[in-house]
């Protein structure tokens, strides 16, 4: 299992758009993969419906989690996603 904290620096936060990126590309991959966020809620970074759901918003700080066979590699392309891909 590997975990890395990150800042959302999308000025809107992770509204529709951003969430789509992120699914998707998580999608891909076989590992777990969750937002924890607000002191333990999560999110499945899986689908997009619970990554609205949990209403991040920019400032706001959270636990990306991947756990699975392919977890290294999907917690570097989620957090990419993330930087560089949703900027508004």
């Known amino acids: 299992m590997l ?3 990150i800042i ?3 000025p809107s936060g992770i509204h529709l758009r ?3 990126a ?3 590309n998580a999608s891909r991959y076989d590992s777990q993969i969750t937002f924890e ?3 333990g809620k999560t999110a499945n970074a899986k689908s997009m419906l619970s990554i609205l759901a949990a209403g991040i918003k920019c400032g706001d ?3 990306l989690i991947c756990d699975g066979p392919d977890e ?3 917690l570097e392309d989620v957090i990419h996603t993330l930087k560089e891909e949703i900027k508004d």
């Open 37 to 39: 966020y607000k002191e």
């Open 22 to 24: 992120v699914s998707e």
């Open 72 to 74: 290294l590699e999907a």
């Open 8 to 10: 959302v620096d999308c």
């Open 61 to 63: 700080e959270i636990n």
């Open 18 to 20: 951003p969430a789509g």
């Open 3 to 5: 975990s890395r904290k």
